[in-house]
């Protein structure tokens, strides 16, 4: 079983950063594809980035491209969302989701099998 932890989230002002953390436990990085996804009030899930096991790097949203960074720590089993430069619009619960692929990873929320329980990512001022 396979599950993750995600956590970083919280109040920020606009124009400011936070770093988000997807632990893992039940596998090795290198044998999943682990995605970002997004959640607004009202709004469908959207996937922001995407992670293989053999670490193919894949952005989907155009809005966060420049401003999120998604990296990884095989040592702690860990993968990491930078997020700088952040606005009101990004305001959701933040979600990482895995699924057991070395090769692929996706930006569908479907696609993956594990979920995380989310952190609220508020921006305000």
């Known amino acids: 079983q396979v599950q993750l932890v995600e956590s970083g989230g919280g109040l920020v002002q606009p124009g400011g950063s936070l770093r988000l953390s997807c632990t893992v436990s039940?596998?090795?990085?290198?044998?999943?594809?682990i995605g970002w996804f997004r959640q607004a009030p009202g709004k469908a899930r959207e996937g922001i980035s995407c992670i293989s096991g053999i670490q193919r790097f894949l952005y989907y949203l155009d809005s966060v491209k420049g401003r999120f960074t998604a990296s990884r720590d095989a040592a702690k089993n860990t993968i990491y969302l930078q997020m700088n430069h952040l606005n009101p619009e990004d305001t959701a619960v933040y979600y990482c989701?895995?699924?057991?692929?070395?090769?692929?990873?996706?930006?569908?929320?479907?696609?993956?099998?594990?979920w995380g329980q989310g952190t609220q990512v508020t921006v305000s001022s």
């Open positions: 039940g596998s090795t990085l290198d044998n999943l594809a």
């Open positions: 989701a895995t699924k057991i692929n070395r090769s692929v990873c996706s930006g569908s929320a479907g696609w993956y099998r594990y």
